[in-house]
């Protein structure tokens, strides 16, 4: 299989699942069983974790060969990023039977008591041939009536462009050690840079409030159809974040590379 092609699955599989991970937080919600739901979303997040760790040296070698042969990556890191975008989608699509898959997770996890257990004694063929009837196939119509107002712009304006930066952060940083082949080390070691000011922001000004917004609805300060609309508006800004990516790319390219040299 083509490297390129292989690193966009891997971007797929993280995206998705780390778009997924609001289904679950809503399972919990509307569960009333959040804490459980954190720890499956630890799950969710633990293979999107091990397709970064096994997406990342098949990157590194696609800079390495561009280096080489003095090719244009660029048009590959723009697919990468695609990848990202859709995988985000797919995660929108599979948001309501992702709901319900993680209601019924959350309910076999309260009975075996540990995830281990609950592996074994839930992840049955019988089980996984029943999956079908949890499918539910995302409305339009659904999506319309789904409450603009009341859910903070800001918020998910922040949301964008956090995932935005993070989404092309890396490519950049990697792309500008072949605009900069002379300062290639302090180039890969100034990911910070980019990644700094979307941390600060997803700590100090998103999650807190969307931490907020979720036990509003927990307390029943606020019905439960207003966070799953906050997540499912989240889903839909992180997709656009993807989209922000590609036109972040090149950009934060050349601003890492010439930042490089002040440095030395």
Known sequence: MNTVWLICLFTFVIHATETLSFAIRLAGVQTARLAVALSLTGMVLLVSRTANLMQSPFTGGLIDRAAVSHADVA????????????????AILLFPTCIQLSKR????????????????????VHSIRH????????????LSRSRFRGIPKRLLLLNCVVTGIYTSSILSVL????LAPAFKATVLMSSGLINGFA????????????ALLTD??????????SIR????????????????????LVPAAHWVAWLAPLFH
Not at 175 to 178: G, H, N, P, V
Not at 199 to 210: E, R
Request: no cysteine; proline share 5%; hydrophobic share 50%.
């Open 75 to 90: 048009p590959d890191l723009h697919m990468i990023i695609g990848a990202a975008s859709l995988g985000t989608l797919a």
């Open 105 to 124: 997770l959350i309910a076999h996890l309260e009975l075996a008591g540990s995830i281990p257990q609950m592996l074994r004694t839930s992840v049955t």
């Open 131 to 142: 999956v079908r009837h949890h499918i539910r196939f995302p409305r339009w119509r659904a």
């Open 175 to 178: 792309y500008a050690s072949l």
């Open 199 to 210: 941390t600060i922001i997803m700590a100090v000004l998103v999650d807190p409030q969307v």
């Open 216 to 225: 509003k609805a927990l307390q029943g300060q606020a019905p439960t159809e």
């Open 229 to 248: 609309d906050t997540y499912l508006w989240l889903m839909v800004s992180r997709f656009f974040g993807t989209i922000l990516a590609q036109f972040l």
